[in-house]
Each structure stands twice: as structure tokens, then as C-alpha cells.
């Protein structure tokens, strides 16, 4: 089993910025692609950002120029930093790793959560 712990959410002004992490620890042999979505209130959950192990990284449209995606490999923690936010940001941010497993096996998992709302 995998545990994931997403944390840095919360309500900043527009203009302000915000970094979320998700670490990820249990029965983890590697964990190829790291990503990011969001879900506003009545609208389906979208990939904002992801990277591999490697380091490539991609985004969607909306956030090029104002949100980075990370990782730390040693510490299965993956971490998106929000900068310029916009209102249109507010959202539940999940993050979901894919995790292959001693055997070869890769499984998807979610976080549960966190809540970033921009507002004045």
C-alpha cells in the first residue's frame, strides 16, 4: 500500500503565492510520473502539471509561466510551486504519483486533497 500526504494549501489574495507538496511513502519500488490536478466546484478534475523522473515537466496552458513543478526523487515528494495566482486558480489540488512496484507493476494513486482558494 501506498500513503500520500498533500499539504501547503490555503486562501492567499490574487497576486500571492502558494506551494503545495505530496510526499508519498509505503511499498514504493520507484515512482515514474508525478502530477498535479485540480478540480473547481461543478467542474471535472484536470492535469495541471507533471513530471517524470527524469525532470521533464509539462503544463497545462494556464499556468505556463506562473507554476513549477518538482520533485524530489530521495524523498518520493513531489511539490508544485503557484505563483501570480489567480482567482481562476481556486480549486482542490490532488496530486497523483505513478508508482511501479518491486514486481514491475505501476499503480495509480491520489491524494486526498488540499483547498486553494484565491480571493480578495
Known amino acids: 500500500q501506498v500513503q500520500l500526504v498533500e499539504s501547503g494549501g490555503g486562501l492567499v489574495q490574487p497576486g500571492g503565492s502558494l506551494r503545495l507538496s505530496c510526499e508519498a511513502s509505503?511499498?514504493?519500488?520507484?515512482?515514474?510520473?508525478m502530477g498535479w490536478y485540480r478540480q473547481a466546484p461543478g467542474k471535472q478534475r484536470d492535469l495541471v502539471a507533471a513530471?517524470?523522473?527524469?525532470?521533464?515537466?509539462n503544463y497545462v496552458d494556464s499556468v505556463k509561466g506562473r507554476f513549477t513543478i518538482s520533485r524530489d526523487n530521495a524523498k518520493n515528494t513531489v511539490y508544485l510551486q503557484m505563483n501570480s495566482l489567480k482567482p481562476e486558480d481556486t480549486a482542490v489540488y490532488y496530486c497523483?504519483?505513478?508508482?511501479?512496484?518491486?514486481?514491475?507493476?505501476?499503480?495509480?494513486?491520489w491524494g486526498q486533497g488540499t483547498q486553494v482558494t484565491v480571493s480578495s
Open positions: 497523483k504519483p505513478i508508482v511501479v512496484s518491486a514486481t514491475g507493476f505501476h499503480y495509480e494513486y
Open positions: 509505503g511499498s514504493i519500488f520507484s515512482i515514474s510520473v
Open positions: 513530471i517524470t523522473s527524469g525532470g521533464s515537466s
